[in-house]
């Protein structure tokens, strides 16, 4: 799909040729000098049109305009929100429809609002979407063109080119988060993640470079990951560790980088604390974290933005077998804590711990984790707002802010140290589960102790990764706010962790030793 950014009037893009042309109609509605504004003031006069956001009236071959059809659509108050939601009811039944390959979008009547071209985009883009990788007769979107005509788009050069970043790397997380778990193992996001750096290949000394590196299951059991590889042991599928660099240019080489740790469990059955049958199905994209972080490289590939980025994504399955992982097993971290595992379903701390420890050697500005973590976010903060969780205020308010602005929301629920009672263990440093209350900070509480030497948050997407039911489908969050978040974070702004208790303090010292 390819967008075009036009400087425009709602008279000019009512000229341009198109099958569909979508005209944003705020409260209040300001009409301008045209004909396609006459028609909008008679039909909100008349009741017919309602700019509530989402309300739509279609007409075809309308006099006013050159487009075979014409779709008013309610845009409320102009906010992000509202225009997220009417683009994607005004282009909903574009999707279905073999006739719209080309489609104007006219945001002319809306205030001039920064991130509204952003927004716009991303909005065509999800609802157009089509996956088709592992269908027979596979029957790709259709949608071929879109104008977005704005008026005054000189200063919106910079957020369309984002957007269209932002986009290719949505793309490219849900294409590897909607596959099912045969067509995505560990060995097949590993070659996805070395694919991505293939266009780097030939770039020049000074242009931006990306690297990929490769771990399997000798090279990680020698770093000592042995919480990862307790994971791993009930399948014959081997696990890989993925490292990915990308340095937009030599000036940042040496800069402490911001780190993605993403989980990639390509397929959760819950080991032999087995789940229930119903739904699990779904669990074929517990691997949305480290499609997350592939995401936000191929976004990087497209923006080449001079910052240094470095992804780790471990990945494997986890399976119950016959050399699988028993509860009450005791394994030991790459950290030196030792873990009990008191339910092999909490698995996704125990291969995310490992690589936290792993994220130490970058000396990280920040270490950002993404994971399909705990049923209890989705009970917490349902489909909306991913749970965020950090040891930073800083940190925390520049991924809200980065959320706010991408329209990819998150939500901070707290660490307190006493959430961290539950995980106490009679037989090791620690245990991987607390109680069922409180399920998403306590899983943060554990993931809490192997941050322990930078700044660092945790997204739980379990709730906001996918859509369940008629559309289940991968939804390629939180691309939009972490790349937001690594752009902005280019320049001089540095994270300080907060203060750390002595309790904390402490165990900082002995994770070292
Ligand atoms: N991948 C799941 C979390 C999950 C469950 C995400 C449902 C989305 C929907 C994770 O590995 C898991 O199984 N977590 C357990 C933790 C529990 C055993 C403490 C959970 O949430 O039930
Ligand atoms: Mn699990
Ligand atoms: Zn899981």
Request: aromatic share 6%.
């Amino acid at each position: 799909m390819n967008f075009e950014l036009l400087s425009m009037d709602l008279a000019a893009a009512a000229q341009l040729p198109c099958d569909a042309l979508v005209v944003l109609v705020p409260t209040p509605f300001k009409p301008q000098a045209d004909e396609v504004s006459v028609l909008i003031q008679d039909a909100l006069d008349a009741g017919d049109l309602e700019t509530k956001p989402g309300k739509i009236l279609s007409l075809y071959r309308p006099l006013q305009a050159q487009a075979d059809r014409l779709i008013l659509v309610g845009a409320g108050t102009a906010s992000l929100a509202h225009i997220r939601t009417a683009i994607t009811s005004a282009c909903s039944g574009v999707k279905s429809s073999s006739k719209v390959k080309n489609l104007v979008i006219s945001l002319a009547l809306l205030p001039e609002t920064k991130g509204a071209v952003f927004t716009a985009m991303n909005a065509v883009a999800d609802v157009s979407y089509t996956y088709t990788t592992t269908k027979s007769k596979p029957e790709p979107r259709l949608l071929r063109q879109v104008v977005v005509a704005v008026q005054g788009g000189k200063e919106m050069a910079a957020e369309f080119k984002q957007a269209q970043a932002c986009i290719a790397g949505v793309e490219f997380a849900k294409e590897w988060a909607n596959r099912p778990a045969n067509h995505s193992t560990p060995t097949q996001l590993a070659d996805a993640a070395q694919g991505l750096t293939n266009s780097f290949k030939n770039s020049s000394k000074t242009g931006p470079k990306m690297s990929c590196e490769v771990l399997g299951p000798k090279e990680v059991a020698k770093l000592g990951m042995g919480s990862f590889m307790a994971v791993a042991q009930g399948t014959q599928e081997p696990l890989r560790f993925i490292v990915l660099e990308y340095i937009g240019s030599p000036s940042v080489k040496s800069a402490a980088p911001n780190v993605l740790v993403g989980k990639g469990i390509t397929f959760d059955t819950g080991g032999i604390s087995l789940k229930p049958a119903a739904e699990m199905d779904e669990m074929k994209f517990d691997m949305s974290g480290a499609a997350s972080v592939l995401g936000v490289f191929k976004a990087l590939s497209v923006l080449k933005p001079h910052i240094r980025v470095v992804g780790l994504i471990p990945t494997c399955e986890n399976m119950p077998g016959g050399r699988a992982l028993k509860p009450g097993d005791v394994i030991t971290s790459m950290s030196g804590q030792t873990i009990e595992v008191l339910n092999t379903d909490a698995e996704g701390r125990l291969i995310l711990c490992d690589a936290l420890t792993y994220a130490e050697r970058f000396k990280p500005r920040a270490v950002v984790d993404v994971a399909t973590l705990t049923g209890a976010c989705v009970i917490s903060l349902g489909n909306l707002r991913s749970g965020l969780f950090s040891n930073s205020e800083d940190l925390a308010s520049q991924i809200t802010a980065a959320g706010d602005a991408a329209q990819d929301l998150c939500w901070r629920l707290p660490l307190d140290d006493d959430y961290a009672e539950g995980l106490k263990s009679n037989f090791a440093d620690v245990a991987n589960v607390g109680g069922r209350a409180g399920g998403a900070i306590t899983a943060a509480k554990f993931l809490h102790r192997f941050a322990t030497q930078y700044p660092w948050a945790h997204l739980d997407i379990a709730g906001t990764a996918w859509k369940s039911g008629a559309n289940k489908g991968a939804t390629g969050r939180p691309v939009p706010l972490l790349l937001e978040f690594l752009l902005r974070n280019q320049s001089a702004i540095t994270f300080t962790a907060d203060k750390p208790t002595p309790a904390k303090a402490k165990r900082a010292v002995k994770a070292k030793g």
